[in-house]
């Protein structure tokens, strides 16, 4: 069975700093691409960063450069998302997904978690 199960959201002062984590199971992580994306509460679901099956490439959306950065351990199976001067606007659930190929499209990733919640204060 496939799953991945994302922890370390949290409530957080604006300014603060969340490690997010996203465990992977039941499918050979090497080879997808990971990336991770957000919905705030009435809003779609936005692309927030992605990383290359072998780490060489990474991008993210423009709002989150120089604040987030995503990597992975694909001995541990783990893809993670590191957020530096977390602001209220990033107030949202965050979700890592899997895709065969780099995109920031999520109909392109077809396996999903749960997703964890990340508050921001002001």
């Known amino acids: 069975q496939v799953q991945l199960v994302e922890s370390g959201g949290g409530l957080v002062q604006a300014g603060g700093s969340l490690r997010l984590s996203c465990a992977a199971s039941?499918?050979?992580?090497?080879?997808?691409?990971m990336g991770w994306f957000r919905r705030a509460p009435g809003q779609e679901r936005e692309f927030v960063a992605a990383i290359s099956a072998s780490s060489i490439s990474t991008y993210s959306q423009d709002s989150v450069k120089g604040r987030f950065t995503i990597s992975r351990d694909n001995a541990a199976n783990t893809v993670y998302l590191q957020m530096n001067n977390l602001k209220p606007e990033d107030t949202a659930v965050y979700y890592c997904?899997?895709?065969?190929?780099?995109?920031?499209?999520?109909?392109?990733?077809?396996?999903w978690g749960q997703g964890t919640q990340v508050t921001v204060s002001s």
């Open positions: 997904a899997a895709a065969f190929y780099e995109s920031p499209r999520p109909e392109n990733y077809a396996t």
């Open positions: 039941g499918l050979t992580f090497r080879r997808y691409v």
